[in-house]
């Protein structure tokens, strides 16, 4: 994991309805759900959902599956797991000052 994977993540997760959908997808697991599926439990139209997943897929926090002619969507918990991993992996460590303790 690098910052920039890191930041994609978690701009993908920095609108409402993206998030919405993956914590869906993460409640959906492990059988994902479908875009209609989706669509109906969350209340939005496919042209909206279809736009949203394709960030959450592009960010690698939602794969897709083609079964037969739907599509079943999961929820990328490995992925998400990583990010908060880089996110946390320097937790504590303290920072040292490029100032110095001269006053």
Known sequence: MDSAHAALALSALGHEARLEIFRL???????????????RLIGAPPSTLAHHLGALVRAGLVSQEKVGREVINHAGTEAMRRVFAFVEEECCRGVSSARGDAA
């Open 25 to 39: 997808l993460v409640r959906a697991e492990p059988e994902g759900l479908n875009i209609g599926e989706i669509g």
